[in-house]
């Protein structure tokens, strides 16, 4: 897929991606609507996202354009291109989606069967960043670009520690660096840098961990009154659930979190033998074999036994 060629003639573009945004998702997002400004000056390519962490708008640039609760004045967009997830998904830019003349999907989760008009998804990719490089015209990157390419591939990779880095993903990276000279202090502070209350959250779930499955799963949770109790939010819990997968013998970590309107999302890693895709795919949610997540209501023991056994499963059938 050509992404100028796709876009072609569109003088309005929206851009989004998932909730809660990450790295791979606003980097993507960032640096689809540079790359567009750069080829078509003349075309407006608005970015909509939520809330992000203090350590991506420092970095992220032109992170000061980011639209946030859906504004705009435009009523339909002439393309809308969706990064880092499907439909259902994309919080008060959905309805710029529904809306749009055309649309693209372009993403790496084997969970999305596409929602675009046009769909580049390739679940092997390391990121969604990775996917939507392959999508440019490489004459056309330049160092704001770049950087947010890298932070993208950096956070979705856990920096190259995750088993969907690949060769191809290593040599990307590489040409990427080439344009961010300062790419040590990208990796500290996008995806190490903790704030103090990260660090007590951190700390928090750790020490009330529960390994089971004779320590091959380890979960760790938090409610939403607890968050409040030690004065974080939504953007403090980011990493908690990798920090989880260090643990020494474990085969897969599920992390837990309630939110304000009472429901609590799931965060779940794999060490390799548990394909967590399947596992959140069969209670609503999606993602990779390796990282996926998922939504619920209800108790969240009762999730936490419901989860232990499809991995306990998974474990026995290998």
Same mark, same amino acid.
């Given at each position: ?48 996202? &939520? ?15 980011? *639209? ?174 990798? &920090? ?24 779940? *890693?794999?060490?390799? *033998? ?45």
């Amino acid at each position: 897929m050509n992404l100028l060629d796709e876009i072609a003639g569109a003088k309005t573009i929206g851009i989004a991606g998932h909730e809660r945004p990450d790295g791979d998702c606003i980097g993507s997002c960032m640096a689809c609507a540079l790359y567009i400004e750069k080829a078509f000056p003349d075309v407006r390519a608005d970015v909509f996202a &939520q809330e992000l962490p203090g350590s991506l708008l420092k970095n992220i640039p032109a992170s000061e354009k980011i *639209r946030y609760n859906g504004a705009t004045d435009i009523e339909h967009y002439d393309c809308f291109i969706v990064l880092d997830t499907g439909a259902g998904r994309l919080a008060e830019a959905e309805k710029h989606f529904e809306s749009a003349l055309k649309t693209i999907n372009i993403d790496h989760h084997v969970s999305n069967p596409g929602a675009g008009d046009v769909n580049c998804i390739d679940p092997e990719a390391s990121s969604t960043c990775e996917v939507l490089y392959r999508t440019m015209d490489p004459s056309l990157i330049d160092e704001k670009i770049a950087r947010c390419l890298y932070i993208g591939i950096v956070t979705d990779t856990g920096v190259f520690r995750y088993n969907t880095t690949s060769a191809a993903t290593m040599e990307l990276a590489g040409k990427l660096m080439g344009y961010c000279k300062d790419f040590p202090d990208i990796v500290k502070e996008v995806f190490y840098a903790k704030t103090p209350v990260q660090q007590k959250v951190m700390g928090y779930v750790l020490y009330n961990s529960v390994l089971s499955l004779e320590g091959r799963l380890i979960t760790g949770m938090i409610t939403y009154d607890e968050l409040q109790r030690l004065h974080a939010g939504i953007n403090d819990i980011e990493g908690i659930s990798s &920090q989880l997968m260090l643990t020494e013998g474990t085969e897969a970590a599920v992390f837990i979190h309630g939110s304000q309107n009472g429901e609590f999302r799931v965060s779940m *890693r794999s060490a390799g *033998r548990v394909d967590c895709a399947a596992i959140t795919g069969k209670l609503g949610g999606g993602g990779h074999a390796g990282a996926a997540g998922m939504t619920f209501t209800g108790d969240p023991l009762d999730m936490i036994k419901t989860i232990e056994q499809m991995v306990k499963d998974q474990l026995d059938a290998v």
